[in-house]
């Protein structure tokens, strides 16, 4: 029986299911640092190689993916993200079993390829699925649905993660007998494995869903990648260049900002990891609202000016998160969501316009981008032990900020209004 493809609205909405679920995925995962520094005891610095697992996974496999998907098709990448993804999620049973960090960090690695896999193939497949003046907007659309995921993935960490960790402190962990001590941490990594073997469930499912549709083809239907060529005009691209450099520091925002939410609204506040995730979600709700908010003003405002205003802001905003502190510094810190939400899809979006047969490559380079994550979230950890502050620590998103701001004034490509 001869598969039917589906139109290319049916196809954005499967497509856009899976900003929902990297975004779920991403928000977990940030939720560990404070879950994996309470478990067993570590540093700032030691709990960030959560991120350099998870966002170094994604640096790895970019290429790969855009190789895979140039030389098969948007499907195949799609595919065989769900499935990496699923296998890695699943990888957290063993781990739980074992106790071993390094066994999360593995299965991290490897679940984070699967996401590496589906962002490099989703992002220029919705780019791709319509007219090109209206791209960038499309693209924030589809973004809008991952901080839906995003919510979710808060919700099931802060019930499910959060919320079972024993109270007991690093000192109190410290002196505290080794049998007591193993059980209250195999029952917290119990918990820590449980909403990741659910999300293996979900994925496989919406893989079954997947394959047995024939998807449509991109624009670009040729086969050959052309690496080198490609790389060098990429490369002699200026805006896309600088394209990619904005998009390693935001993400390192984004992720540093995220990832000590919850110690720093737990060290202001006076308040445990479970009630700091709440603050956490306020976050990300703003950040789902203002999303669809900003993708509406690009109907009518140039993206490219969005994106400065809402850099300049959120540096005005780190400022008082370093300085002022207590509720005030909570809720600068929930504000710069709101800033954040247009940069990853506008950036990206700006960026790759126009790269025509060099898209799927170009769009690799973005993903490969996410790094900064990975290493950005280090330096603030380091940053935050050694000053002792973790206010001071949001230096670190506030330069991030000035390169986005930077970006945006020096864009000449902008989406023309419907």
Known sequence: MKKR??????AFVLITSLFFLWGLANNMTDTLLAAFKKIMSMSDFQTSWIQIAFYGSYFCLAIPSAILIKKYSYKSGILIGLGLA??????????????????????????????????????????????????????????????????????????????????ASAEERAVMDSNALFEIQKAELSAVMGPYVGIAFVMLAIWLVIYFLKMP???????????????????????????????????????????????YVMQELGINEADAATYYLYAIILFMVTRFVNTYLMGYLVPSKLLVFFAALAMLLCLSVIYTGGMSGVVSLILISACMSLMFPTIYGL?????GKDTKLGGSGLVMAILGGAVLTSIQGLVSDFTGSIEMSFWVPFVCFFVVLVFGWKSKVSVKKE
């Not at 394209?243 to 110690?263: C, D, E, H, L």
């Open 5 to 10: 493809v589906p139109s290319p609205q049916l």
């Open 86 to 167: 699923v296998m890695g999620a699943l990888l957290f049973y063993p781990a739980s079993i074992s106790m071993v960090y390094g066994h999360f960090l593995f299965a991290l690695f490897i679940f984070a390829g699967g996401l590496s896999v589906l962002e490099t193939t989703a992002n220029p497949y919705i780019f791709e699925l319509g007219p090109l003046n209206s791209a960038v907007r499309r693209l924030n659309l589809a973004q809008s649905f991952n901080p839906i995921g995003s919510i979710t993935g808060v919700l099931l960490s802060k019930f499910f993660i959060l919320s079972h960790l024993n109270q």
């Open 217 to 263: 083809d991109g624009r670009d239907t040729g086969k050959e990648l052309e690496l080198k060529s490609g790389f060098l005009r990429l490369l002699a691209n200026p805006n896309y260049r600088t394209g990619v450099i904005a998009q390693f520091f935001y993400v390192g925002a984004q992720i540093g900002v995220w990832s000590f939410t919850i110690r």
């Open 351 to 355: 960026s790759i316009k126009g790269l």
